[in-house]
């Protein structure tokens, strides 16, 4: 099983609507991040929470929301998605000893 | 927000070429990574750098940490097939507000 999971892994959507990707991670990591990607652009930091009563806004927040629930899951919501929202999203956990994060597979979403 | 020139955007070689990349950035880091995604996944950690001049190796993979501290480079020698996806660099300050900035990818195809 992965260590980040990311759910669901594919989703289209209409303008408008409300959607969740869920995070949950089994590698015991407080720091927890939502980046966001598009081709030519690379990875785009949304937001990010250092522990369960810690969020902090990225670089692209507008339109976007999260809910740390537990050390374990980080969810990102977009109230009412967007077009310009179609994107890949990646969930990714880092220790605090290290440089390192650990990727999701990724949720595609395509709002329409 | 600020991002990191990363070059050549694509590539495509010869399988048992030779593949260069770099990493340049207007602001110094204290931390260099290079990460790998391949196709319908999220990136994995290929190299780290933790000092400047640093030449770090990993197999058939060399990266260097730039003496600038702006800079990073990352070579692959004698490419197969599977060296296909995209590239990231990655740059880091290591603190309690540490977060990674990423470049805008290099994306390699290999033909055989």
């Known amino acids: 099983d992965a260590d980040v999971t990311q759910t669901p892994r594919n989703r289209i959507t209409k303008t408008g609507k409300r959607i969740m990707l869920e995070c949950s991670q089994t590698?015991?990591?407080?720091?927890m991040y939502w980046y966001r990607q598009d081709p030519g652009l690379g990875l785009r930091l949304i937001y990010y929470?250092?522990?369960?009563?810690?969020?902090n806004k990225g670089e692209i927040s507008d339109g976007y929301s999260v809910s740390r629930q537990a050390q374990a899951k980080f969810s990102l919501s977009l109230e009412s998605a967007i077009p310009n929202q179609t994107a890949l999203y990646f969930c990714?956990?880092?220790?605090?000893?290290?440089?390192?994060?650990?990727f999701g597979e990724g949720s595609r979403l395509t709002v329409l | 927000g600020q991002q990191l020139n990363q070059s050549p955007q694509s590539m495509f070689i010869q399988e048992g070429e030779d593949v260069s990349m770099n990493c340049t950035s207007s602001?110094?880091?204290?931390?260099w990574l290079w990460y790998k995604q391949d196709p319908g996944e999220g990136p994995v950690l290929l190299i780290a750098?933790?000092?400047?001049?640093e030449l770090t190796s990993n197999g058939r993979l060399t990266a260097q940490f730039g003496i600038t501290r702006k800079d990073s480079f990352l070579n692959i020698s004698a490419s197969i097939p599977s060296d296909v996806g995209i590239y990231f660099c990655?740059?880091?300050?290591?603190?309690?507000?540490?977060?990674?900035?990423f470049g805008t990818g290099t994306r390699l195809q290999v033909t055989l």
């Open positions: 990655a740059g880091l300050n290591t603190g309690t507000a540490s977060k990674l900035t």
């Open positions: 929470s250092f522990d369960v009563k810690d969020i």
């Open positions: 990714a956990t880092r220790g605090t000893s290290s440089g390192e994060l650990f």
């Open positions: 750098l933790y000092k400047a001049g």
């Open positions: 602001s110094i880091f204290n931390t």
């Open positions: 590698k015991g990591h407080d720091r």
